[in-house]
C-alpha cells in the first residue's frame, strides 16, 4: 500500500475525489463503477456508523429521512463529477478497462 512506481501493476486511487498523498503517472485506467444505489447506501452507512462492516436497522432509515435525502442529493453529484471526470479521460484517448459491478 502506497507503492506508486514502476513496481507495481495496479494503484488503488480515488482520484479527483480525493488527491492522495502522492502523485504518480498511470498508462491506463481500470475504473471499477458501483451502482450509485449500492454506493451512496453503502457510504451513508460507513459516515454513520463509522465502520466498514456494520449497518443501520432499517428502522433507522425513516427517522433519518430528510439527511438521507440531502446526503443522497450531495453524494450523488460527487459520484456523477468522478465518473464524468474518468469518461472524459477514456475519450481524450486514455486507455481504459470499465469494470461495472
Not at 451502482?35 to 447506501?41: E, G, K, N, Q, R
Not at 456508523?49 to 433507522?60: G, I, K
Request: aromatic share 10%; hydrophobic share 45%.
Amino acid at each position: 500500500e502506497g507503492v506508486v512506481d514502476r513496481s507495481v501493476l495496479l494503484v488503488k486511487s480515488h482520484f479527483p475525489e480525493r488527491r492522495g498523498s502522492v502523485r504518480f503517472s498511470a498508462d491506463g485506467v481500470v475504473l471499477l463503477v458501483r451502482s450509485p444505489l449500492f454506493a451512496l447506501d453503502s457510504l451513508l452507512n460507513m459516515y454513520l456508523t463509522r465502520s466498514h462492516t456494520q449497518r443501520l436497522a432499517e428502522s433507522e432509515y425513516e427517522s433519518l429521512a430528510g439527511f438521507v435525502s440531502d446526503f443522497c442529493h450531495s453524494e450523488v453529484a460527487v459520484w456523477r463529477l468522478f465518473h464524468q471526470h474518468w469518461l472524459s479521460q477514456a475519450a481524450a484517448g486514455v486507455p481504459m478497462v470499465v469494470i461495472r459491478y
